[in-house]
């Protein structure tokens, strides 16, 4: 869903609710089965694609539709190319086409986005099965390097800071072709047209039920800092553009709020091992252990 209510904040604003947040991955986190981790998350409240405040109904979301969770289900045990099947488990495979297809992406974003909120901890394993068959895609889906555009409807006040960083810590999509977006910048009201070069994350128009999105999805946690913005104004007063449409130009940043929300992050594929020198000897141990760092966003 390339279109999304807002799902990023500056880092600096949200400090506290990113140390809280537990490691998805983290063993703590059941692996459980989609319809199972699906059923956790019954009466949960979220905001829909219409901005309202609504209740979710794990038995609709389920069974109804031609897109519902169990098709999705059904479409990765029997219908998926072959060389998915073969990497990512079905149901792995199935909670990522229902994150592109359903409900499921509106309320990972509303969890994982808003401070506080109530039976965060039944999200995870939901958000878990995502990550995971993210994780284990064919390499070949694995993207770095990217440009990627993104369009919401709000303008977001950390664009306004001395070099903000924009934090986006849910599962977030990008496009690879900005005609996608053509219809949002042509609306009107407040609205803002993400730009990220150098993005990191994995092509998912293979399992897409909307594959010309041409979806690039970006795991938990991505950062970007903002290097131009451009407010329209010029365009809008030629009568161009409406008014309320602000570009925002970033670079992918890594951030350090990121290995602690979700693990280690996959490294490109020219990153160098981490470690130290085979040629350097190793440190003598210290004889008391010392304290473990908090993490930092």
């Not at 069974?63 to 098709?71: A, C, L, T």
């Not at 229902?98 to 992406?105: A, L, P």
């Not at 993207?143 to 306004?160: D, L, P, S, T, W």
């Not at 041409?214 to 991505?222: S, W």
Request: hydrophobic share 40%; net charge positive.
């Amino acid at each position: 869903i390339i279109f999304s209510l807002a799902s990023c904040f500056s880092v600096q604003a949200q400090k506290m609710t990113l140390v809280l947040r537990p490691n998805v991955l983290g063993e703590s986190v059941p692996i459980l089965p989609i319809a199972e981790a699906v059923r956790k998350l019954h009466g949960v409240q979220f905001t829909g694609s219409s901005g309202d405040i609504v209740e979710f109904d794990s038995e609709q979301a389920l069974s109804r539709g031609i897109n519902s969770i169990n098709e999705c289900l059904r479409w990765a045990k029997y219908s998926a190319p072959l060389e998915l099947r073969s990497a990512v488990s079905p149901d792995c495979l199935a909670a990522l086409r229902s994150f592109t297809g359903t409900v499921m992406c509106y309320v990972i974003r509303y969890m994982f986005t808003t401070p506080n909120v109530p039976r965060y901890a039944d999200v995870l394993p939901f958000a878990k099965l995502v990550l995971l068959g993210l994780r284990s895609l064919p390499k070949r889906l694995h993207v770095f390097n990217m440009k990627g555009y993104r369009a919401e409807n709000r303008v977001k006040q950390a664009i306004k800071g001395s070099e903000p960083v924009m934090y986006f810590p849910s599962l977030t999509s990008f496009t690879t072709d900005p005609k996608v977006l053509s219809g949002f910048i042509g609306s009107t009201g407040p609205r803002a047209l993400y730009v990220i070069s150098g993005l990191r994350g994995y092509d998912i128009r293979e399992l897409s039920v909307f594959p010309d999105e041409r979806e690039i999805l970006a795991e938990f946690g991505t950062a970007a800092r903002v290097q131009e913005v451009d407010w329209h104004e010029v365009s809008a007063a030629a009568g161009q553009v409406a008014e309320g449409l602000v570009s925002v130009k970033c670079a992918y940043s890594t951030s350090k709020s990121v290995n602690f929300l979700i693990g280690d992050v996959p490294a490109s594929p020219s990153a160098k091992p981490a470690g130290p020198s085979p040629m350097k000897p190793m440190p003598m141990p210290m004889p008391m252990p010392m304290p473990m760092p908090m993490p930092m966003p």
